[in-house]
T-cell receptor
Framework: NAGVTQTPKFQVLKTGQSMTLQCAQD?????MYWYRQDPGMGLRLIYY???????DKGEVPNGYNVSRLNKREFSLRLESAAPSQTSVYFC????????????????FGEGSWLTVV | QKEVEQNSGPLSVPEGAIASLNCTYS??????FFWYRQYSGKSPELIMS????GDKEDGRFTAQLNKASQYVSLLIRDSQPSDSATYLC???????????FGGGTRLMVKP
């Protein structure tokens, strides 16, 4: 059981380049998330998708776009990368959205290390 | 004011001691609380969840919740070097009912 799979694991971009981080989950979860984590800091929510066909902004959405392609896949796109977007990106999923109590565990992918030079 | 506050540490404890990790949150509507452990270079993994006031025990881990004080803690008994990691607190109920993570507390257990 793969859980949450995200690609690529490592990427170096030049300022202004674009790229897409791919994420897929095989747990039939409804909700998916993209977080970023900067050195020594906690996780900050970029975008989330509570269910297939919906996406919403999180805490730090500027400079990013997302697509919930289907129930399994949720991609994150950087249209014009900036050095401030150097970070580790985590995709995650949960059976339902937060706030609904028992059983709502969030499962994380292994992370994507992105460096923008 | 941050929504979730944790002491960044590092918290250093000797092997076999009790490690106490604390978290305060600002959103009174939060109902569920989660503790995640993150080893360096790895993704977070859920270790405890708690929904009711009081204590919840799972092996060497005990989560404590006080909703009136908006405070949740994690106790690790008989700490082991393998417990050395960053511990993230995540109450729900924020940002459109999505989990909001604290900055994490780095725990170091010294042999």
């Amino acid at each position: 059981n793969a859980g949450v799979t995200q690609t690529p694991k490592f990427q170096v971009l030049k300022t202004g380049q674009s790229m897409t981080l791919q994420c897929a989950q095989d747990m039939n979860h409804n909700s998916m998330y993209w977080y970023r984590q900067d050195p020594g800091m906690g996780l900050r929510l970029i975008y989330y998708s509570a269910s297939e066909g919906t996406t919403d902004k999180g805490e730090v959405p500027n400079g990013y776009n997302v697509s919930r392609l289907n129930k399994r896949e949720f991609s994150l796109r950087l249209e014009s990368a900036a050095p401030s977007q150097t970070s580790v990106y985590f995709c995650a999923s949960s059976r339902i959205g937060g706030g609904l109590g028992s059983g709502n565990t969030i499962y994380f992918g292994e992370g994507s290390w992105l460096t923008v030079v | 004011q941050k929504e979730v506050e944790q002491n960044s540490g590092p918290l250093s404890v000797p092997e076999g001691a009790i490690a106490s990790l604390n978290c305060t949150y600002s959103d009174r509507v939060s109902q569920s609380f989660f503790w995640y452990r993150q080893y360096s270079g790895k993704s977070p993994e859920l270790i405890m969840s708690i929904y009711s006031n009081g204590d919840k025990e799972d092996g060497r881990f005990t989560a404590q919740l006080n909703k009136a004080s908006q405070y949740v803690s994690l106790l690790i008994r008989d700490s082991q070097p393998s417990d050395s990691a960053t511990y993230l607190c995540a109450p729900d109920g924020n940002a459109g009912n999505m989990l909001t993570f604290g900055g994490g507390t780095r725990l170091m257990v010294k042999p």
